[in-house]
């Protein structure tokens, strides 16, 4: 099973450093692991950093990718749509993107469980860039699951959609994590679907790696006082899980 670490990983905007020396115990396939910090605190700079669109200090290191696998596939927060596309051919050029111009049969129907799945297969034929921001957002998914990567780093995924969709899209990527043996990365502001989805959790704050680790250990009301300045308390909901239940803002 793929495994991701980082090792003294820094990254820095010209003379600006976003952070500096994350270090990380191995992260393994199967798992979601939330990356979790306030605004500004460099979740989309790190993701950059390990997906080498950004270099810095330190090393990523993937281990045990399989033959045919991308190592690491970044989905961004904003996903445009410039591009003059229907939802399928969008998704079939991210399949192909970087191979071959040929297409087999059983390409095509991994697209078409993909859509099935995400529940849009009917916005196959539509025009990219009249789609909602929530299904765009339900498409770039579908464009990162098909390129079949190893480590798959998901920028605020759930962003643009209702409640329902993304309870639904959090239970697939639970379970096509498990099932495909994928690595999945998930930068999140909604701390509830990182406790309910993800079973690590990451926390970056001024700069810094402050916590990692089984997000039940890790997302406490200290953590929430110090990194969120919010009065809070974790308490299980009707159905036994936790959430955050958040009684007010520090001053
Ligand atoms: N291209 C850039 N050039 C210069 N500074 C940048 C650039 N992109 C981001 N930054 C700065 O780097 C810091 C981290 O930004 P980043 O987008 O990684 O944070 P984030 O944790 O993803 O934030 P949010 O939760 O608001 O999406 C911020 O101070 C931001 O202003």
Redesign the pocket.
Known sequence: MVTLALDKVGAR??R?T?FEDITTAPMHGGELTALI??????????FKRIASLLSGPGTVVVEEVREGRRPICYMP?DTGANAVLTVYESILLAAKQGGGWRVADHELSEIDSILKALRISDLAFRDLGALSGGQRQLVAIAQALVRKPEVLLM??PTSALDLFRQIEVLEFMASIAKSEGMAVLI?L?DLNHALRYCSQTMV?NGGRLIASGPTREVITPELLRDVYRVDARIEPCSQGRLQVIVDGALG
């Open positions: 905007y010209g600006a976003v910090g306030p605004n500004a605190a460099g979740k989309s700079t790190l927060q920028d605020e930068a502001h970056i």
